[in-house]
């Protein structure tokens, strides 16, 4: 049995644990055996931290024989990624240069996790800067997909994806500023939540200056997992209050089940962007799941979905030029700043009075999209309005980078508005995952995750999958 606890859930596990029926020991083992017979086939954890993982394992199972009391996460092995800072451990963020700047104290997610009993296996792989929907870096090297490497495990939480996806650890920390963790998990055939900005604690001590206003409206810190159950489980261990984030919310922890939404706005198209058949037919397949566990849904689309997707475009590219901008170009890798620079040409400069009224835009925006869920309480859409793209579409040139930011409009558009949004499965399409989005009012987690797990019920779980035939499936 030992040989096979890496296939539990964390709800599992923990349970497990706390009766004593396995020990944490004996899952680390297990998953840290499956780390090493597939993660050479997919280059998802590239920092692995084995003694360390087996030692607080030992260390979980001493607190348990104790007595103390459990966290949610007790025992459960997972994976957090490469650009968040983890004492002892460097904070590469897939960039050559910062391999050697090692964090001195945990960000709040990775105190948060520990706080909770989890035991932290390896650190996942990003793009370099973690600006690109593709997992690939000079560094680290490529993060294949699980399901067949012609296509990208996503970004930024790539090696995240693929690591859930394989079998390596329960839960992955993932972050997400434009679809960072819903995307991967879209591509990999997991789930994945962007929880509310505000919902989980997030910082690097190791960081000279704060980051610019629209990425600290826009970015968050959030789980990937096989199963929406683990997410609900995650997001309590991950939202622990901690002061070094003045954005975070004073609320109580995680997202307990919520009452049933009765009405959901289904979202399959929108004005000037072509969606793909697969896309439609699985955002109707679940329209229809819901309204069998008795919602009622009604196609509509959100308010001022384009001039969000712009919004997002606007802040995102002119605060990339004014702070990164000159560590991208110095020392980004080639794909990274091709990635960026491509997207740039989308937009236009913004003085500081377009800037100004850019960030003022945003509260108009929000004002509507929450007036629109007062009405419609969840909103189901796509992911994105194309199946998971090959390896490197980002590197076409300036008109395949048009083409991209309009597929991911549904990633864009919630991202800047700070809103919550997960992304479930729902089958497989051409030999690679489908899946769909949920997204819900501020704080409105809850929603989405009752929503995903009445879905996931119908569509089942596709994870794990073992990635020996990637390359060729």
């Known amino acids: ?45 590239v920092d692995v931290l084995a003694d360390e993982a087996m030692q607080a394992a030992a260390d979980a ?11 949610p996460l007790h025992g459960v092995p997972v994976t957090v990624k490469v650009n968040v800072d983890m004492a002892g451990r460097a904070t590469t963020n897939g960039v050559v240069s910062y391999q050697d700047v090692v964090a001195r104290e945990d960000s709040p997610v990775v105190a948060n996790l520990r706080r909770a009993g989890a035991v932290i296996i390896g650190r996942t792989n990003t793009p370099a800067f973690s600006l690109r929907w593709f997992t690939d870096n000079d560094l680290h090297g490529r993060t294949l997909n699980p399901w067949n490497a012609s296509y990208t495990p996503g970004g930024s939480s790539g090696g995240a994806a693929a690591a859930v996806a394989a079998g390596i650890g329960a839960i992955a920390h993932g972050n997400d500023q434009g679809g960072s963790i819903r995307y991967p998990a879209y591509a990999c055939g997991v789930a994945g939540l962007r ?52 954005w975070q919310a004073s609320l109580p922890q995680g997202a307990t089940p919520d009452a049933f939404p009765t009405r959901v706005a289904m979202c399959t198209k929108v004005p000037g962007i072509a ?30 979905f384009h001039a969000a997707t712009d919004l997002w475009l606007a802040l995102t590219m002119n605060e990339l030029a004014a702070g990164v901008g000159d560590a991208i170009e110095h020392f ?65 040139g ?54 995903g797990e009445a879905i996931e019920a119908r569509c089942g779980v596709l994870t794990p999958i073992d990635p020996s035939n990637a390359a060729t499936r």
């Open 1 to 45: 049995m030992s040989n096979e606890l890496w296939r539990w859930s964390a709800v599992e596990t923990v349970n497990q644990i706390a009766k004593r029926e396995v020990s944490s020991t004996e899952v680390v083992a297990s998953c840290l055996a499956r780390l090493d017979a597939v993660n050479p086939k997919v280059n998802a954890v």
């Open 61 to 71: 199972d001493a607190a348990l024989a104790r007595g103390e009391s459990l966290g």
């Open 195 to 246: 929880p509310t900005q505000g919902r989980v604690p997030a910082f690097n001590p190791s960081q000279l200056r704060d980051r610019t206003m629209g990425a600290q409206l826009s970015s968050v810190q959030g789980p990937l997992a096989r199963t929406v159950g683990d997410l609900r489980v995650a997001l309590q261990a991950m939202a622990g209050p901690d002061k070094r984030d003045p």
């Open 275 to 304: 969606a793909g058949a697969e896309v439609v037919a699985a955002v109707e397949q679940a329209a229809r799941y819901l309204e069998d566990a008795g919602c009622v849904v009604e196609e509509v689309a959100p308010p001022s």
């Open 332 to 396: 980004g890798d080639a794909a990274v700043r091709a990635a960026i620079g491509t997207q740039r040409s989308h937009t236009n400069a913004l003085d500081l009075v377009g800037y100004m009224n850019a960030l003022s835009m945003r509260t108009t925006l929000l004002r509507e999209w929450q007036q629109f869920f007062a009405r419609y309480p969840l909103l189901l859409m796509p992911v994105s309005w194309q199946r998971p793209f090959l390896i490197d579409a980002d590197q076409q």
């Open 398 to 451: 300036v008109d395949a980078a048009r083409g991209l930011l309009d597929a991911q409009s549904p990633l864009l558009a919630t991202a800047i508005l700070g809103l919550p949004g997960l992304s479930v499965p729902t089958g497989v399409a051409g030999g690679v995952p489908m899946g769909v989005q949920l997204v819900s009012g501020r704080f409105q987690e809850a929603l989405c995750l009752t929503a």
